[in-house]
């Protein structure tokens, strides 16, 4: 059985772990706390992809035939 990248298929946005001087800044822009953003679980197959950890936050880009891009956050828990 091939083993397919679920991070290549057209359906799937462009997921980032984010670092940690790009959460500052983005916590900051947004006015946020990280248990303020949506969630995503530990378990997700991009998650697992992309071998991000609990606490992690993610950057999911998504294109949009309206709005051109769209990003968002996500806090990844267990």
């Given at each position: 059985?091939?083993?397919?990248?679920?991070?290549?298929?057209?359906?799937?946005?462009?997921?980032?772990?984010?670092?940690?001087?790009?959460?500052?800044?983005?916590?900051?822009?947004?006015d946020?706390?990280?248990?303020?953003?949506?969630?995503?679980?530990?378990?997700?197959?991009?998650?697992?992809?992309?071998?991000?950890?609990?606490?992690?936050?993610?950057?999911?880009t998504?294109?949009?035939?309206?709005?051109?891009?769209?990003?968002?956050?996500?806090?990844?828990?267990?």
């Amino acid at each position: 059985m091939v083993k397919k990248d679920i991070l290549k298929h057209e359906l799937v946005p462009d997921h980032v772990v984010l670092k940690k001087n790009q959460i500052t800044k983005m916590l900051k822009e947004m006015d946020v706390y990280p248990e303020q953003l949506p969630k995503i679980k530990l378990d997700d197959p991009v998650v697992k992809a992309i071998d991000a950890k609990a606490g992690d936050i993610i950057k999911i880009t998504r294109k949009s035939q309206t709005a051109g891009k769209f990003i968002t956050y996500r806090l990844v828990l267990e």
